[in-house]
């Protein structure tokens, strides 16, 4: 196994139980939840294949499940995240092959362009994970809310993580 | 087969991608309970309008025979309707029969209850029809009554059926009296007002006041005596100077006839036996 493979296996895990444990609990203010785990998915490097890519987002979305009995709203989210990586990348960073590091991070997009990667991929996943859990349109404005709210606080922890684990490596 | 392989490998993303969600679904849908009941609840919508759609169309071939069965069905009900009806008019009548009171007057007499099927209040000259005949016991010349007064006398007799002259018939005169006195008269009828009758050939020296009742005499072989008739509303001059008129109110309502009793008088044939004997003295002693 390769170093990375290994980074990337500890942070799973680690990043799946704190969701479990910590993050699970944490509603600000009622509407607002942070979804941690999905570095994961943003971090994978774009060089590996996209099959791998879906199974491991899909796998990762069913543990967080099974740890909140929620069964299949993680993994179906996670799913689709993992699908629409690449095109989400090349709505922002076309010129795939200049990237100095094959993960995407503030390393190696740039702030403002990794910014927008990430907030993308934050909104995506908040807005599919919420709608899901509806599964229904009742009281739109209520889900928008939780929909934004999360966006924000997920956004901002990832931040964080990533300029964490980039001064890291 | 390589070609398929190809294809198949090249897509490979979206085959897993597919199958990925595909068992995200199928958890999803099973063990959430709100996603479950939205899934099950849509899924019966759709089956429910394509069956709704296929039994339309297939509810056409078994037509033959649904509507053999209806007829059948029909039939059957008919005659147990048909059945029922005679049931509860036996039941009516023996209710009917239970709800008389008991007169001292009438006890003597037998009744056979009828239902008037044919009546008329507005000729001149009015006739029942009720659906005894002969094979019920009526016999011609007897009195008719319900529970209110006199109707009439029966005049024809058919084997179902009887014709009876109404009282609301200038040919029928029934002797009457005022309750309590003996005086008596000939009530007939002057085919104005079929509430109303006129009594006539009192005599004059007697009082007589509004309201009381008029009731048969007795002076016949056809009504016992004390059967209720009317009530005085008024005084009329006739044109007789020595005898009065009375207009009397009826107390049976002709217009709203149903059933009526026919009196089968025991006395009758003894009766109609003396005077036939009266008739025959006269002939052989002139």
Known sequence: ?169 | MSTLWDFLLKYSRWFLFTFYVVVSCILLFDTNPYQHYVWMTSAGRVTSAIYGVAANVTSYFHLHDINEDLQRRTADLELEVIGLRNQLRAMNEKVYADSLAHDSVMQPFDFIIAHVISNSVSRTHNYITIEKGRLDSVRPEMGVVDQNGVVGIVNVVGDHSARVISLLNPKMRLSCKVKGRDYFGSLVWDGRNPGEAVLEEMPRHERFRKGDTIVTSGYSAVFPEGIPVGTIISHEKEHDDNFYALRIRLLTDFSTLSTVRVIANDMRQELDSLTAGEENDSRTNP
């Open chain 1, 1 to 169: 196994m390769t170093k990375t493979a290994i980074q990337f296996t500890i942070l799973y895990i680690v990043l799946a139980l704190a969701q479990a444990i910590v993050f699970n609990n944490v509603c600000l203010f009622g509407a607002a939840v942070p979804f941690v785990f999905i570095y994961v998915i943003i971090r994978l490097p774009m060089t590996l294949a996209v099959n791998w890519v879906l199974t491991i987002g899909f796998t990762l979305g069913l543990v967080v499940d099974i740890f909140s009995d929620t069964q299949g709203m993680n993994s179906l989210a996670c799913t689709l995240l993992a699908m629409a990586r690449r095109p989400i990348l090349h709505l922002y960073f076309p010129r795939e092959d200049e990237l100095t590091m094959p993960e995407p991070s503030i390393r190696s997009l740039g702030p403002e362009i990794y910014g927008r990667y990430l907030f993308t991929m934050v909104l995506f996943y908040c807005t599919a994970i919420f709608l899901i859990e509806a599964f229904s349109l009742f009281d739109p404005l209520r889900i928008m809310l939780r929909v934004i709210c999360s966006t924000f606080l997920t956004f901002l922890l990832l931040l964080g993580l990533d300029s964490v684990i980039s001064r890291g490596s």
